[in-house]
């Protein structure tokens, strides 16, 4: 009787996974287009280097621009969650500078903004940060670049293209759309999905 009981358990678990499996297989993601890494891959960074990046560690004030809580999700083409996959982003402050050193941009660079962030996702494969809508500079739209780590190797290297209206997406591939919205607050949100 005894072994009867554990042989209908384990029965049960192995139904329960092979249900769970089925459900994230049913549908299969397209993988998210790599991207140009573009010039301005941060070589020095800041001793602050996690996802909010417009407080940085020591500093007085915050960074000037409109806020952006840009929340995600990493998952593989069968739709499972990616836990402990490191997402980091690098952009421009809101007036359209990089903090390096070949940027030879005319303007002021924030000194209060963090430019380059980094987080882990959670058991979920969810991943946010705390950042602003990065300034424009002609030809290129307002962008976010992004890698994507597995470990200590890049799986992904791509950009997150800004969309305040949706009608304005011809020029851009539609799986890199990152549509923002304004809240009553006054600051930006964007939901963005990596798949690899």
Do not use: C
């Amino acid at each position: 009787m005894k072994y009867k009981r554990i042989n209908i358990f384990i029965m049960s678990f192995i139904f329960a996974s092979l249900l769970i499996t089925n459900s994230y297989s049913q549908y299969r993601y397209t993988k998210t287009p790599h991207d140009a890494e573009g010039p301005y891959y941060p070589v020095s960074r800041r001793s602050d280097e996690d996802n909010n990046l417009i407080n940085v560690k020591g500093m007085s004030e915050s960074a000037k621009g409109d806020v952006l809580d840009l929340t995600g999700v990493v998952i593989n083409t069968n739709g499972i969650p990616q836990k402990d996959v490191t997402v980091e982003i690098w952009q421009t402050d809101a007036n359209g500078l990089y903090r390096h050193t070949r940027d030879r941009s005319i303007g002021k660079r924030d000194p209060f903004f963090q430019y380059w962030g980094k987080t882990k996702t959670d058991e979920e494969g969810k991943y946010s940060f705390k950042t602003l809508i990065p300034g424009e500079y002609n030809p290129r739209p307002s962008h976010i670049h992004f890698k994507v780590w597995v470990g200590r190797k890049v799986i992904l290297t791509s950009q997150m293209y800004i969309i305040k209206n949706k009608t304005n997406t011809s020029h851009i591939n539609e799986p890199l759309n990152l549509y923002v919205t304004k809240n009553k607050k006054g600051e930006y949100s964007g939901f963005f999905r990596i798949v690899y």
